[in-house]
Structures are given as structure tokens and as C-alpha cells.
């Protein structure tokens, strides 16, 4: 038999049966006690109510100091509790400690939401601002903010944190704790086989970008393992900035197609009709006879120029990361400590954050759409994303003894969502490769050591050709 005090989803308890055999008791007691003082003579009726009124406070003093003790919730977790309540599982619980209006606090806010929405009933999230309640800092033992607190199911605080902290490494500590939130719910997409073989003759695939290459702008170069061929002087120069060589007279061994003949001739002495598409994009026309040059600067315009000139110009704009010529209208753009730099690829224009240890803005273009992806990196790990959708395209290729290898700068990308990713795949049947998120890209790149990024993209150290 139980009686219950207190509505059962407030964790009260029901009073005990002797406990009620006694409130009961007191009151029979009272109730007689009176009964006898007013049969008394002699006392006055003043007196009387007097000595009622303190012996009914001194019982009802007493019965609410036993309730109040019977009520408490049962320290003992182990007693059997068979109370009517629902019961509220214990959550593990994300503290983070900062100010609504210090930068990496404010990059904290959006994560902090994303999390308190996404595993909602999984994982308790909180936010306490000590620039508004400086109690709350002494109460947690803050040093610096932001400092994210981690506590278990038990309450207990397992780990903390100061600084910023992306979201991929709140996941991923909270997994070393015990707590798989991201689970498996992450979009996996991978192709691993071209989806037919490449049949093109291999003469007619640039060494560079893989892409055709056109009969009026081949570039030919003599090595020692035979002709190496490329689409297009870009894609030589390209070359010519990933070799760790000397490259004192390495030009004597260039030969560049003659736009007006169709042959190939010295790459030194010819001369170049340089102009530009419409957008912005560098044309370059190779001639080896002046004539046949200025009669198609008449007919599509442009400045007659030298391979030392040439050279200067395709030079001019390099890769932050990997230091290879780029042209800024086929490249990423990086911000770092506002100064521009460029990614001659997405996954290069991330390693910006590793070469130069700041923290960057990225906005790269959806490979497929063209569409704006802009990364922004704290302290080397990604503090935003949009679209937040945006994923990672890994170009990998397998090596005769089985390792995976970058495919490439030109075979990496950026995508506003997975869909488009696959699509660009479809389209693509060579390459390769595996879906990425952005900060597992930008996690690749942070790893590397100064000796690794010394070497990124050089031809004969990390070019996987
Ligand atoms: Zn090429
Ligand atoms: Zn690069």
C-alpha cells in the first residue's frame, strides 16, 4: 500500500506506512488533549488557547520535520526503487564554457547547435557565457575559453578542452569516451575501377591533366625515358614547376606545335600570340615564323612574346601549398592573415593551412555547377562550412604493387553535396578515387611534416606517374 506525496514525475517518494500511523497517533492525541484542558477549571479561556496553539505547532513542527526526511530521494541508487515515475536516462553531457562575443566562441555556436539538434536525445549540450555569469567560470575551473567539458552518463568529467574544437573532433573524442554519435550515417561513395578502360592511344593523353591532347597545341619534351607529351604549354609549364631538377637549358629539349603548320619546332626560338578568353583565361598560340604570327594577331588579337617572357607570365602565379603554376581562373582561392594565395586544386588549397601554420578562407567551385564552396580553418581544423552539405572528392589510383595513391591535382575536387559528386563521377569514367569530408581532406594535409610538403605535387617525389 502506498500513498503518494508528490506528482510521480517530479521523482517524489510515497509516504511510509508507519510514518502515517503516527501522523495519525499525534493527531488522535491532540485532538484528546484538548479535549481535557477545556474540561479544567480554573485556567483562563487565554491560557488555554495559548498552550493549544504551541503544543498543535510542536506536533506539526514534528510531523513535517519526519515527512521532509521520508520524502528525500533515497541516496542509496541501490535499494529497488519501485516508485511510479518514468524513468529519464542519464545523457553524456557537452559543456562548453565561453562568450557569446569571442571570436572562437561564436565559430563554437554553430556546432554547438548542430550537435544539440542531431543527437537529441543522445547528448546533452550546454552553453554557459562567463562574460555574462563569471560565477560559472570559478563553478567549472575555466583557465582560458572557449573549454569544452566532457562529461558521462554518470556525470562524471572524463575530458576538457581549450580553445576551438570542430565538430569531426568533438565526434571523434566523444567515440574515444565510449559514445559513437556519428554512428555509421556518413555517406560512403567510392569507385575504384574506371568505369570502362581507357582505350585513347597514349600519345594522345597530356602527362599533366590526362585530358586530349589537341594536334594544334602539343608540347613535347625529351627526357631520358623517351618523349614526354603535353596538351598545352600551361600544362609544360605546369610540369616545369613541379621538377626538382636542374633545369639550367631545359628548354633546348621543349618543342611547341606551330599553330599555323600544324609541326612542332623549338620552343626557345619560336614566338607566342598571347591573349585571353573570355574568362580571363590565358590563350597561348605558338608560331615559329613571325609572319604567320602577326597575320593572326589581325585576326583574333593578342601581344607577340618570347619563351623567356612566357615563361615570366605562366610563373607568375603559384600554388600556396604546392608552388606549381596555376592560373587563378582554373585554381582555389585562399585567404590567410588577409593576403590571396591560390589552390591549384581543392585539396592543395587546404594544405595553404599547413604550409603557412594560419588559419585560411577557402572558396573553391563545385566541380559539376560551378557553385561557391567556402571552408574557413581555425587553429587547422575546418571552423565552417558552406554549404554545411559540401563534400570531398579523393582522386586515388592504384599502383601496380596494389598501394592507393593520389591520382592527382587535377583528378581532386569539391563538391556542394554528395549527389553532384556522383554525377561528376558518371561523367568522368576514368577516375578513381573515394567521397571525402572536407575536414578529413583538410586533416590529410595537417599531418603532413615540412619534408612532406616540401615534396607535394614534385614530379619524381609525390607525383604518382
Ligand atoms: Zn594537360
Ligand atoms: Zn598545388
Known sequence: MKFLL?????????????????????????????????????ISLMNKAAKILIVVALVAAVVIVIAIKYTKPSADANQPSNQISTPTLPLPKLVDVGAGK????????????????????????????????????????????????????????RFRHEGFMSKEDILAKWKELGYDFAGHSEVIFDRLKPAHPDSRPKDTICYMCDGDISPKTLVTVRTDKGEVRLCSPHCYFIMYSCLTEDKTGFEKKVSVTDWAMGKL??????????????????????FADKQNAQAEQKASGGSIIGWQILLGKELETRCGFCDRAVYPE???????????????????ALGVAARTGKDIEVQEK????????????????????????????????QKPDGAWVSAGCFHQGFFTNADNLKKWVEQNPYETGRLISISQALADKMKLSPQQIQKACKIGECSPK
Open 6 to 42: 508528490q506528482c510521480p514525475c517530479s521523482g517524489g517518494s510515497a509516504i511510509h506506512p508507519v510514518l502515517l500511523l503516527a501522523i495519525v497517533a499525534a493527531i488522535w492525541l491532540v485532538a484528546r488533549w484538548i479535549r481535557l484542558m477545556f474540561r479544567k477549571e480554573g
Open 366 to 397: 563545385d566541380r559539376l555547377t560551378g557553385e561557391d564552396i567556402i571552408v574557413k580553418t581555425l587553429n587547422g581544423k575546418m571552423a565552417s562550412l558552406e554549404p554545411a552539405t559540401a563534400v570531398a572528392w579523393f582522386g586515388q589510383r
Open 330 to 348: 582554373d585554381a582555389a582561392l585562399v585567404k590567410a592573415d588577409g593576403l590571396y594565395s591560390w589552390g591549384c586544386c581543392s585539396h592543395c
Open 265 to 286: 619546332t623549338p620552343a626557345a626560338p619560336a614566338l607566342y600570340l598571347y591573349s585571353f578568353n573570355e574568362t580571363g583565361r590565358p590563350v597561348i598560340k605558338s
Open 102 to 157: 569571442c571570436i572562437p566562441c561564436k565559430m563554437m555556436a554553430p556546432i554547438l547547435q548542430e550537435l544539440k539538434k542531431e543527437y537529441t536525445g543522445r547528448l546533452e549540450v550546454q552553453f554557459i557565457d562567463v562574460w555574462e555569469n563569471p560565477a560559472a567560470g570559478d563553478k567549472y575551473g575555466i583557465k582560458l575559453i572557449p573549454t569544452q567539458i566532457f562529461y558521462d552518463a554518470s556525470g562524471a568529467e
